[in-house]
């Protein structure tokens, strides 16, 4: 149907088009250009906004965790209480087990202790594997496995450095990627149109379009270029923070230290508090 | 500052120089002994003339101060740090435990990548800091270097002093010297206290600007507390530096500067008023010689 219209077109307007003035000049176009800007600038708005939604909805979800948590909590304990209710001692299968595990909190606490294990386990699991993740990208300084990983990867990588700013970032390079490729089908496009001899076309015009192919490919091209510079640019931020957030750690890991250090040696006020100062004995 | 109290060459030179200190001493304590006698037979005026038992008593006590010189100026120093050391609440390490969970919680945190000025805000806030840090840290430094040296060189001067206590016009050199030493030790005690307190003030603020600091406030409160932090530092600064002026209030009579000019003029007047009765009976005896005159 594309195809049609574009021959439809490729036909019948070439008189109107060679009578009409530069295109590239027109109120049109430059009334488009202005509309594409505005669009950019509605485009940084939205991730602007993006970004503080992200941040509101961290916090929404965070209290949402901890009131559902507590209201798993609040039935264990619940079930646990009625548990403990039924606890009849005069039975003596409940009596026998009393006996054995009378001096343990699970006995008395069982699903809440269960509960209160897992979450631990998850907690530590996820501290884990975070430090894991930080050590295999620290290990390429150039940052190569950054670029192995999958979408999802990178930002919960980028999650856990807690940068907003740098996901809206990533959008945008990912934003001129799609630009690249569009130009690219668009260039595909044209060039089989060109190349085409089932339709009936002078030689001029398949040339025109191919030079317009062309065009479009170094455009993308361009794309591509900014696209990568951009894309280096956020890896070396990314690293300058990883490297940054390590030498803190070290700083303050050293100033405690340095604060340990100071309390185990016993402060020694003056000349006479010495172990050389020599004490005699009068009797 | 151990490293001072560590140091062997220090304690080995100061008992060398004190054992000498002390033969010079037993030689004037002779010569002391004599120039009392003289001074207590020769002085003009009836009340200033001396009842032998005193005499014989002060001899003998300075002789004992002198013997046993070495144990009980040490006991009493180690009595005085005693009493500091109860008085010991905390280190100024938690100044460094607050700084160190700061520097922990603050990695991750992107603030200063966006905006130059919070960058700039950042960057003063911790110059700030260690500026508080480092005056602190030489301001304890600064008092236990002349705490150190003030007490090693009253101990060397001790039995001198107690000595040229029998000379005329010297009385007072072993009172205040005593005053001294007892108020040098005192100095600890002091210092423990005013550290103690002032330890506690920065630690309340240092756990606030921690607070603001989890909270990424840190911008906009921050400035005040660092301000608040920058005052006490100083004012602890100038208390501790300043200590020896308190204690001359709390202990009357003892003054550093006060010892040499004092040394200086009582020798000039003991000599005056040790040579001019000889001097004067001399006179006499030549006036005779001149006029022919017998001396009864």
């Given at each position: 149907m594309k195809r049609v219209l574009i021959i439809l077109l490729m036909v019948f307007a070439p008189h109107v088009i060679a009578q009409l003035p530069d295109p590239g000049n027109a109120v049109i176009i430059a009334k488009l250009k202005a509309i594409i800007a505005q669009n950019q600038i509605r485009n940084m708005q939205l991730r602007k906004q993006l970004v503080e939604a992200l941040r509101t909805t961290k916090t929404a979800i965070n209290t949402f965790k901890e009131l559902k948590q507590f209201h798993e909590y609040q039935k264990r304990v619940l079930r646990d209480i009625k548990s403990l209710d039924k606890l009849?001692?005069?039975?003596t299968n409940y009596l026998e087990s009393f006996i054995l595990?009378?001096?343990?909190?699970d006995f008395y606490l069982n699903s809440t202790s269960r509960k209160f294990m897992d979450d631990l386990y998850k907690t530590s699991r996820l501290s884990r594997s975070g430090n894991d993740l930080l050590e295999a990208f620290l290990k390429d300084e150039s940052g190569s496995e950054f670029n192995k990983m999958d979408d999802q990867e990178m930002l919960a990588f980028i999650r856990q450095l807690d940068t907003e700013s740098s996901i809206a970032r990533m959008y945008n390079v990912k934003d001129m990627d799609k630009m690249f490729a569009i130009f690219l089908e668009q260039a595909k496009e044209l060039r089989d149109l060109a190349n085409d001899s089932s339709v009936d076309m002078t030689p001029a015009e398949r040339a025109k379009l191919l030079v317009i192919a062309n065009e479009m490919i170094l455009k993308g091209h361009e794309y591509q270029v900014k696209a990568q510079q951009e894309m280096q640019e956020f890896n070396q931020d990314i690293l300058g923070r990883v490297y940054q957030r390590r030498q803190n750690e070290n700083l303050g890991s050293a100033i405690l230290e340095y604060s340990k250090f100071e309390t185990s040696v016993q402060k020694k006020l003056g000349?006479?508090?010495?172990?050389?100062i020599r004490r005699e004995n009068i009797k | 500052m151990n490293v001072l109290q560590e140091n062997e060459f220090i304690y080995n030179f100061v008992y060398v120089t004190l054992d000498k200190f002390i033969l010079i001493a037993r030689v004037l304590m002779a010569l002391g002994v004599l120039v009392y006698l003289l001074y207590s037979i020769f002085h003009n005026t009836r009340e200033d003339r001396a009842d032998y038992r005193k005499v014989l008593f002060k001899i003998a006590f300075t002789f004992i101060a002198l013997v046993t010189y070495k144990w009980w100026t040490v006991e009493i120093a180690t009595l005085i740090i005693g009493i500091a050391k109860n008085l010991?609440?905390?280190?100024?390490?938690n100044i460094y435990k607050v700084i160190g969970n700061a520097f922990k919680s603050r990695?991750?945190?992107?603030?200063?990548l966006i905006k130059p000025d919070v960058m700039m805000m950042e960057l003063i806030y911790w110059l700030l800091l260690m500026a508080c840090l480092f005056f602190v840290k030489a301001a304890t430094l600064i008092f236990e270097l002349i705490q150190f040296f003030i007490q090693a060189i009253l101990w060397l001067l001790g039995p001198i002093a107690i000595v040229i206590?029998?000379?005329?016009?010297?009385?007072d050199a072993w009172v205040r010297w005593f005053n001294n030493f007892v108020a040098v030790a005192f100095w600890s005690v002091i210092y423990i206290i005013l550290v103690a307190f002032f330890n506690n003030l920065m630690a309340q603020e240092f756990e606030q600007l921690l607070a603001a600091n989890a909270s990424l406030n840190?911008?906009?409160?921050s400035p005040i507390i660092v301000i608040e932090l920058l005052v006490y530092t100083v004012v602890f600064f100038v208390s501790i530096v300043f200590i020896p002026w308190y204690t001359s209030i709390i202990i009357p009579g003892q003054n550093l500067g006060g010892m040499a000019s004092m040394i200086g003029a009582g020798s000039l007047m003991m000599v005056s008023k040790v040579i001019a009765p000889i001097a004067r009976k001399l006179q006499k005896t030549s006036m005779s010689q001149k006029t022919n005159i017998p001396i009864k």
């Open positions: 009849n001692l005069l039975n595990n009378g001096d343990r909190l000349f006479f508090d010495s172990d050389l | 010991d609440a905390g280190n100024l390490s990695s991750g945190i992107e603030t200063s206590s029998l000379f005329p016009n010297f009385k840190l911008t906009f409160d």
